[in-house]
């Protein structure tokens, strides 16, 4: 899949402003923030579908999916930020995935244990704070830490710097692209499209040409 996004024809659709690029970087670190504490939230019992289920603490409290949203918003930033083709099929597919895949796993976990399912329901929502601004819930930095936060502002960073690097183009938009002839693109990253050469006239090939007849 990635190697075909790498190597799919550039079609663009449209052109996100400047402005919009740069909140599109910004978002990129709650979506950091999600992904970095859901790894903290991973079960390997089945009965859980995924998801350390016996209370709604720390980053659950902003939502039960915080993998899945994290995927859903790094994949609409990129759609958005992109605007070609290739891109709203690739991403579209992560974010199309990660959306259905939220409630199918509800309902995998409901059917398998129907008690903790719904108190889990009752705490906790899919879209982000979504529980809390409802008031079934509330936020408790203390369950979260500083370490969570100050990881993803890290990761955050790394990728502002090496993005271009190592994809090949700028995160989000977010600096300005070099001009073509002056860039390298990284392995595997997307190559800019060259324009086709056009042929020189040389003092030669000028002299065979065969005169023309003047204008009357």
């Known amino acids: 899949l990635i190697y075909a996004f790498v190597h799919a024809p550039r079609t663009p659709l449209w052109v996100a402003p400047e402005w919009l ?6 978002l990129m670190l709650p979506a950091l923030f999600l992904l970095l504490g859901s790894f903290g939230t991973i079960s390997l019992n089945p009965a859980e579908a995924g998801t350390r289920r016996e209370a709604a ?11 899945m949203n994290a995927f859903c918003l790094w994949a ?12 709203l099929l ?3 597919a992560f974010l199309v995935t990660a959306a259905i895949g939220m409630p199918s796993i509800d309902a995998k976990f409901g059917r398998r244990d129907p008690l903790r399912w719904q108190r889990m329901a009752d705490e906790t929502s899919i879209l982000p704070g979504g529980a809390i601004l409802a008031g079934r819930n509330r936020l408790v930095w203390g369950e979260i830490g500083w370490v969570l936060p100050l990881a993803a502002l890290a990761l955050w960073v790394a990728l502002l710097l090496l993005h271009q690097r190592f994809f090949g183009v700028p995160p989000a938009g977010a600096w300005p692209q070099r001009p073509v002839h002056a860039q390298k693109p990284a392995h595997g990253s997307r190559r800019p499209r060259a324009e086709p050469a056009r042929p020189r006239k040389t003092a030669g090939a000028a002299a065979a040409a065969p005169p023309t007849a003047p204008a009357r």
Do not use: N, Q
Request: charged share 15%.
């Open 76 to 87: 609409a930033i990129h759609i958005i930020g992109t605007g070609e083709l290739s891109a």
């Open 21 to 26: 690029r740069w909140i599109l970087a910004l």
């Open 57 to 67: 603490r720390g980053i659950l409290r902003l939502t039960r999916h915080p993998m």
């Open 90 to 92: 690739f991403f579209g």
